[in-house]
């Protein structure tokens, strides 16, 4: 916590330190992933190992979007999340912008084909053995056609079932953000996957202790009415958790290689 105030001031800390979950809740939130399947089963053992010192409670890990896309190995990232047997812990995971994008190239939309491989598509086509080749090509119809059969009917359903916000106690998980001035319940799913300087220059409450991803920082941010936690995994090697307990708070990360 010391850094943290160090960063971003004692008076911010302080009041974003006053929110809390319900009496024996646990919660583990992850940050953006982004293809590093190395990362994310480094963060799940420390996790795992986390949560059993500090003995028995209501635990849920929150996986806060964008699984895809930019690293390696997406496929791989999927096939974990979507299969995982996570005991008697509940898990929820947030839809992020990557995974909207995702889906809408795998519907066939030509011009989010085209988009998507200018924000990172590229190497989740290649995780899902797309040749490179045909990427380097760059016709969104090909593209396409070859890439629907080679994802499994289980990433599918996995990904369609994604929620777009958790909220516990005093706090609200959601992909990007939230807008301003909009009731938590009356926010559109499109401003919670990709909102960004609107919500994060804003100063005053959104109605709970937002916790985010989507917008990279060198250091979790740590503020008043919101906490960011992308540390950008697939390029820095840092994937980062925040994790809370009553009014606890305190953080798991890796230390891999960067991308």
């Given at each position: ?100 994008v995702?889906?809408k ?19 989740t086509?290649?995780?899902y053995?797309?040749?490179i ?45 939230v ?25 005053g ?16 941010e ?37 991308g």
């Open positions: 916590m010391s850094k943290l105030k160090t960063l971003f001031g004692a008076s911010a800390a302080a009041q974003a330190a006053s929110a809390a979950l319900p009496d024996g809740e646990r919660v583990y939130a992850i940050g953006d992933i982004h293809g590093r399947f190395d990362l994310l089963t480094d963060l799940l053992a420390r996790i795992d190992a986390d949560d059993v010192a500090r003995g028995a409670a209501k635990t849920r890990i929150i996986f806060l979007g964008d699984l895809v896309d930019r690293g390696p190995d997406s496929a791989s990232v999927v096939e974990l999340l979507a299969t995982a047997d996570f005991g008697d812990r509940k898990v929820d995971f947030l839809l992020g912008n990557h995974e909207e995702f889906l190239a795998l519907g066939g939309n030509l011009e989010t084909m085209r988009f998507w491989l200018r924000i990172g598509g590229e190497e086509l290649l995780s053995g797309t040749p080749e045909l990427i380097d090509r760059g016709l969104a119809d090909e593209l396409v056609e070859d890439f629907l059969p080679r994802v499994p009917s289980h990433h599918i359903a996995f990904l369609h079932k994604m929620t777009d916000m958790v909220r516990i106690g005093d706090y609200c998980f959601v992909h990007a953000g807008k301003p001035h909009v009731a938590l319940d009356r926010q559109k799913p499109e401003d919670l996957r990709w909102i960004r300087e609107q919500f994060l220059n804003f100063e409450g959104f109605g709970a202790t937002v916790v985010h991803g989507h917008s990279i920082a060198a250091q979790v740590e503020l008043s009415n919101r906490i960011g936690i992308d540390t950008g995994a697939y390029a820095t090697g840092r994937l980062t958790a925040l994790a809370l307990e009553g009014s606890e708070r305190w953080y798991l990360a890796t230390e891999g290689e960067r």
